[in-house]
């Protein structure tokens, strides 16, 4: 359904995005997940062709986004960043508005209106002031206004940025619906939300694509792994080096006086990285394992200096 091929841009000489490259299929729920500043939004201002990319292709139900900007945005809703919605309007003449503006006839943005007014619960404020509601029901707004004639592909850009808990679920509630109707692609810096909605999650880091998976495997290849820190008293170089080379340790890295080892999921490569340090006589004061979880995961993906653990995934 969404196509996206080599896209890179730059803001001046900053670059904001680089080389992505990735596919929605028809009725996925993908979340597409990075700590601020990773270039999700400007991702999502591309293929929604509101901006254009420096290089790249996106082609939305076969469509390319800026050849054919018509064809792709009669079946795109966004909600973007900062939600369109003006506040001196009624929440039923804004969706009508917008309704209009999209080019429907009177009668059928009416009908567009209270449909997507049904969809996002808002029928009882129907006639209120959008500037009176509260942010979650002005957010609902905001997806409502995505919602306008029906489009099959939503992009929404971190829908629950800003609400309060009970927002939060209801918002996510309100997404679940959604799921099976839309294809949807969903940005957010917050990792629970993905797991709360999502089939499958891109994660972005500093302008590129670290990891790509449903949540299911990601979960499994977590499962089939795990962390051993170590401190020691001396020879940490080398045995950077000489950890390396133990049968199921995947990488090494030094942490100030520590060690940091991703292994297998493996009691067998626990002792054998025991017996290899107490052997190099490294002075061996602490060792200490764990199993990964996805929030581990989510933060040695996106924690820059440790980017290469992302290509090993
Ligand atoms: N209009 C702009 N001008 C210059 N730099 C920008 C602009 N918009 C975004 N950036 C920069 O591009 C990078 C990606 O930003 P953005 O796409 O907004 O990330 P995210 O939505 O993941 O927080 C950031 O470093 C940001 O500072
Ligand atoms: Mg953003």
């Given at each position: 359904?969404i196509e996206?091929?080599?896209?890179?841009?730059?803001?001046?000489?900053?670059?904001?995005?680089?080389?992505?490259?990735?596919?929605?299929?028809?009725?996925?729920?993908?979340?597409?997940?990075?700590?601020n500043?990773?270039?999700?939004?400007?991702?999502?201002?591309?293929?929604?062709?509101?901006?254009?990319?420096?290089?790249?292709?996106?082609?939305?139900?076969?469509?390319?986004?800026?050849?054919?900007?018509i064809?792709?945005?009669?079946?795109?809703?966004?909600?973007?960043?900062?939600?369109?919605?003006?506040?001196?309007?009624?929440?039923?003449?804004?969706?009508?508005?917008?309704?209009?503006?999209?080019?429907?006839?009177?009668?059928?943005?009416?009908?567009?209106?209270?449909?997507?007014?049904?969809?996002?619960?808002?029928?009882?404020?129907?006639?209120?002031?959008?500037?009176?509601?509260?942010?979650g029901?002005r957010?609902?707004?905001?997806?409502?206004?995505?919602?306008?004639?029906?489009?099959?592909?939503?992009?929404?850009?971190?829908?629950?940025?800003?609400?309060?808990?009970?927002?939060?679920?209801?918002?996510?509630?309100?997404?679940?619906?959604?799921?099976?109707?839309?294809?949807?692609?969903?940005?957010?810096?917050?990792?629970?939300?993905?797991?709360?909605?999502?089939?499958?999650?891109?994660?972005?880091?500093?302008?590129?694509?670290?990891?790509?998976?449903?949540?299911?495997s990601?979960?499994?290849?977590?499962?089939?792994?795990?962390?051993?820190?170590?401190k020691?008293?001396?020879?940490h170089?080398?045995?950077?080096?000489?950890?390396?080379?133990?049968?199921?340790?995947?990488?090494?890295?030094?942490?100030?006086?520590?060690?940091?080892?991703?292994?297998?999921?493996?009691?067998?490569?626990?002792?054998?990285?025991?017996?290899?340090?107490?052997?190099?006589?490294?002075?061996?004061?602490?060792?200490?394992?764990?199993?990964l979880?996805?929030?581990?995961?989510?933060?040695?993906?996106?924690?820059?200096?440790?980017?290469?653990?992302?290509?090993?995934?």
């Open positions: 359904m996206v091929r080599g896209l890179t841009k730059s803001y001046g000489d900053r670059l904001a995005i680089q080389d992505l490259n990735f596919t929605v299929n028809k009725g996925e729920v993908v979340g597409f997940l990075g700590p500043g990773a270039g999700k939004s400007t991702t999502m201002k591309i293929v929604t062709g509101y901006m254009a990319p420096s290089s790249g292709e996106v082609r939305v139900g076969g469509f390319d986004v800026f050849e054919n900007p064809e792709v945005k009669s079946q795109i809703g966004y909600l973007p960043e900062t939600p369109p919605v003006y506040m001196d309007m009624l929440v039923e003449d804004y969706l009508i508005y917008v309704a209009r503006l999209r080019g429907k006839s009177k009668p059928d943005a009416k009908t567009m209106a209270q449909a997507a007014m049904e969809k996002t619960n808002l029928t009882e404020v129907q006639k209120r002031l959008i500037g009176n509601l509260s942010k029901f957010q609902r707004v905001g997806l409502a206004q995505a919602l306008v004639g029906d489009p099959e592909v939503l992009i929404l850009d971190e829908p629950t940025v800003g609400l309060d808990p009970k927002q939060v679920h209801e918002m996510r509630d309100l997404i679940q619906r959604l799921k099976g109707q839309h294809t949807i692609v969903l940005s957010t810096h917050i990792l629970p939300e993905v797991q709360a909605s999502c089939d499958r999650i891109i994660i972005i880091n500093r302008g590129q694509i670290v990891a790509e998976d449903s949540l299911e990601l979960g499994k290849r977590m499962s089939a792994s795990g962390q051993v820190t170590l020691i008293r001396r020879k170089e080398e045995l950077v080096q000489s950890l390396s080379g133990v049968k199921g340790v995947m990488s090494v890295r030094r942490d100030g006086s520590g060690l940091d080892v991703s292994v297998d999921h493996n009691e067998d490569t626990i002792e054998a990285i025991a017996e290899h340090t107490v052997k190099a006589g490294a002075g061996l004061v602490e060792l200490k394992a764990t199993d979880d996805l929030e581990d995961i989510f933060i040695r993906l996106t924690s820059s200096e440790r980017s290469e653990v992302g290509r090993e995934l």
